[in-house]
C-alpha cells in the first residue's frame, strides 16, 4: 500500500522558497497580482496575492507546473474538483474560494480569502491541550461547516487539525475556517476514479476512518470518525492511534480499541457525557457511529453548555426584565441586544419555576408562541377567592421535573447567531 503523496507534504512554512521565485511580482490572468510567498502544499504553492482592480489581499493557490504525465492530469482533475466544489460551500465556518481556473502556461489557481492566524495543529502544538469549553466550541464550528458540505454530498476525507484554521473573527478568539478539500468525495458521482486506484490509500493515516483505510463506501460518517479524532486530541493532547509508521497505525484504525481517553491524560476535566461523544464519534463501524452533524452537534450543544438563553456578542445591550407573579419566581434580568443592521432581538426565556409549573417556556418580544401566552394568562390570573378564580398550582419541586426547560430563541430578520458567555449556543435564529 502506498500513501497518497498529497498526504505527505502539506501547508508548511518555506521562507526560502521565494527566493527566485518567478510568480512573485507577476500577476495571473490579468486579475491577481501575487505579493508574496506563504506556503507550499502537496498540489503546488500558496501566495499571497492581490486582486485587480478591487485591490482585494486574497491566498492564490498554484497547481505545481513541475509535475508531469498521468500524475499531472491527476492532480489536475482533483484541483479542479476542490475547487468547484469549494466555491459552491457558503458557511462561514469554511474558506471562500472567489476563483479558480486555468492562467497561462498550463498554470491552474484557485484565489481564495486570506486568512491572518494559525491552524488547529499549531494551536494544539503550543497549548499542549485544550479545555472541554474551548475543544467545544472549536469541534460544534467544524460540525457546522461539514454539515453543509455534506447536505451538497460532498465529503472532506482529510479533516485533519492542519485542515482547520483558527482566526480572530470580530471579537470572537478561535473561529474556525475548514480549509483543504483535496481529497474532497462528491457522493453524487457514478464512479470514484480514486476507488479505482489498488494499492492507494487516500487521507492522513492518523485520521483515516476504517472503511476509508479498507476501500468500502464511504460517506458523512467518515468525517464524524476524522472529527471523534480531532476532539480525542485536542482534549488529551495526542491522537488515539499513532504507532510510528503508517502501517500500523491505519491498522489500529481498523483493528484496536480506543485507548480510554484518561489513560493518556490522568488530569483530563471533562464530562462522561463528552467522553461518550467522542468515543462514538470514534465507533469502528459507521453503523455505530452518529448518523449525521445534526446529531453530533446536538450532542455537542449539552457538554457544559447553560440552559438559559443567550444574547448576541455586542457591548450595547440593556437590561430586559420578566415579572413574574408573587410566589413563582424572582424578576430575571436578561440580555438584549441590538446588533447593528439588524432588527430587534426576541429572547426566548425559560425561568425555572414558570417551566416546572406550567410546562412551558415564556417568549419576550414582539412575536409570542401560543403556548406562551396561555402560560402568560395561567400565572397572571387573581388569586383564589377574586371573582370564584382558582389560584395557579404551587410550583413542584425539582425532582419533578422531567426534562430540561426549553426556550425559543427568534430574530428579526432570521438566522442570526446567538452566543452565551462568548460561546456560541445557536449557530441561525429561530432555535
Do not use: W
Request: some cysteine; hydrophobic content about 45%.
Amino acid at each position: 500500500m502506498t500513501m497518497d503523496p498529497m498526504t505527505q507534504e502539506k501547508l508548511a512554512p518555506e521562507p526560502a522558497a521565494a527566493e527566485g521565485d518567478a510568480l512573485i511580482g507577476s500577476t495571473i490572468n490579468g486579475r491577481y497580482e501575487i505579493l508574496d510567498f506563504i506556503a507550499k502544499g502537496g498540489m503546488g504553492r500558496v501566495y499571497r496575492g492581490r486582486q485587480l482592480p478591487l485591490g482585494r489581499i486574497c491566498a492564490v493557490k498554484v497547481l505545481n507546473p513541475a509535475l508531469e504525465g498521468s500524475d499531472m492530469a491527476d492532480f489536475q482533475r482533483r484541483f479542479f474538483l476542490e475547487a468547484s466544489v469549494a466555491s459552491k460551500l457558503t458557511h462561514p465556518n469554511t474558506v471562500t474560494v472567489y476563483d479558480y481556473g486555468k492562467a497561462d502556461g498550463d498554470r491552474y489557481f484557485m484565489a481564495m480569502e486570506f486568512l491572518d492566524g494559525g491552524t488547529l495543529k499549531d494551536a494544539l502544538r503550543a497549548a499542549g491541550f485544550f479545555t472541554q469549553e474551548r475543544a467545544v466550541h472549536i469541534a460544534r464550528q467544524i460540525c457546522r461547516s461539514l454539515r453543509e458540505a455534506h447536505a451538497m454530498g460532498v465529503i472532506h476525507r482529510d479533516l485533519k487539525p492542519a485542515n482547520v484554521f483558527l482566526i480572530i473573527h470580530g471579537d470572537e478568539t478561535d473561529f474556525v475556517k475548514v480549509l483543504d478539500f483535496g481529497l474532497v468525495k462528491d457522493v453524487n458521482e457514478q464512479a470514484d476514479t480514486d476507488a479505482t486506484q489498488a494499492g492507494v490509500c487516500m487521507g492522513s493515516p492518523k485520521y483515516m476512518a476504517p472503511e476509508q483505510i479498507a476501500g468500502d463506501a464511504v460517506d458523512g460518517r467518515t468525517d464524524i470518525y476524522a472529527l471523534g479524532v480531532v476532539l480525542y486530541e485536542m482534549l488529551t493532547g495526542r491522537v488515539p492511534f499513532d504507532k510510528g509508521n503508517h502501517m500500523s497505525t491505519l491498522m489500529a484504525h481498523v483493528s484496536e480499541a480506543v485507548p480510554p481517553m484518561r489513560s493518556v491524560r490522568p488530569d483530563l476535566d471533562i464530562t462522561p457525557e463528552l467522553e461518550a461523544v467522542v468515543l462514538r464519534c470514534l465507533a469502528k463501524r459507521a453503523d455505530d457511529r452518529f448518523a449525521n452533524m445534526d446529531e453530533v452537534l446536538s450532542a455537542l450543544r449539552l457538554q457544559g453548555m447553560p440552559v438559559v438563553s443567550g444574547a448576541y456578542s455586542d457591548p450595547s445591550t440593556s437590561a430586559l426584565s420578566l415579572q413574574l407573579p408573587s410566589g413563582l419566581a424572582a424578576t430575571q434580568s436578561v440580555p438584549e441586544t441590538r446588533p447593528r443592521g439588524r432588527g430587534g432581538l426576541v429572547v426566548g426565556v425559560a425561568v425555572a419555576a414558570l417551566a416546572v409549573a406550567a410546562g412551558v417556556a415564556l417568549s419576550v418580544g414582539r412575536k409570542a408562541e401560543p403556548e406562551a401566552k396561555a402560560a402568560v394568562a395561567a400565572v397572571s390570573a387573581p388569586a383564589a377567592g377574586a371573582a370564584g378564580v382558582a389560584a395557579p398550582p404551587a410550583p413542584a419541586a425539582p425532582s419533578a421535573v422531567a426534562g430540561l426547560p426549553k426556550i425559543r430563541v427568534e430574530t428579526e430578520p432570521p438566522n442570526a447567531s446567538v452566543k452565551e458567555d462568548g460561546v456560541e449556543v445557536c449557530n441561525a435564529t429561530p432555535c
